[in-house]
């Protein structure tokens, strides 16, 4: 279940919303006029989270590259690494 708070909690429990945001790694969602207006969470979390997204992007870049045809031979990819070493 979400954490939700108003920004006029945010503004008087900062302390205790940035102890949750560190304790659990989810985020709190802050209201503005009764409305969703910000996700706040700590900055591991934050660190987490952006390393994932690089993570899928990588993988999704790779899976691309699989669907063009844009590959090779491991063993060919290992020998030109191999020589490049030498150099």
Do not use: W
């Amino acid at each position: 279940m979400p954490t939700i708070r108003s920004n006029a909690d945010l503004k008087k429990h900062y302390n205790e919303i940035s102890t949750f945001c560190h304790n659990y790694t989810e985020p709190v969602f802050i209201t503005k006029n009764g409305k969703l207006d910000l996700a706040v969470m700590s900055i591991e979390a934050y660190e987490e989270l952006t390393s994932r997204f690089e993570l899928y992007s990588q993988i999704k870049e790779g899976m691309d590259d699989i669907a063009t045809g844009n590959t090779r031979p491991f063993s060919e990819a290992m020998a030109d690494i191999r020589s490049r070493r030498r150099r």
